[in-house]
């Protein structure tokens, strides 16, 4: 599993800059209560990486890869829809539920 895609996610979900920094999670009960907008409050890196470990966390739970191209950017461009639209969801939330809708148009895990 490539980075790219996956850091296409972490860059549509990192849409702007927040106004205060805090540290990202190291687990994932921590980082799955994290919102949108606390993600957004976030430095630009510790927001992609935080993208990143709950993105293949969900993939993982869900026995998919998320691939380069197309599939993968859709997958972000719902994140970044439904973190505009709810910016109080929790950011996993809306994760898992883009690779849910994307789902079967993503390769099986091996």
Do not use: N
């Not at 606390?38 to 969900?58: D, G, I, K, T």
């Not at 950017?73 to 970044?80: D, F, N, S, T």
């Not at 969801?89 to 895990?109: G, N």
């Amino acid at each position: 599993m490539t980075r790219t895609p996956l850091l296409a996610v972490a860059a549509l979900v990192a849409a702007s800059a927040g106004a205060s920094a805090q540290t990202a999670p190291t687990t994932f009960d921590r980082a799955a209560y994290v919102t949108c907008r606390e993600a957004q409050a976030m430095p630009s890196e510790q927001r992609m990486a935080l993208a990143v470990f709950l993105a293949e966390h969900s993939a993982r739970q869900r026995g998919v890869t998320i691939p380069d191209g197309q599939p993968g950017a859709q997958i972000g461009h719902l994140v970044r829809g439904g973190c505009t639209l709810a910016p109080d969801a929790y950011l996993f939330t809306v994760i898992d539920r883009a690779v849910v809708a994307e789902q079967s148009r993503l390769p099986k895990r091996r």
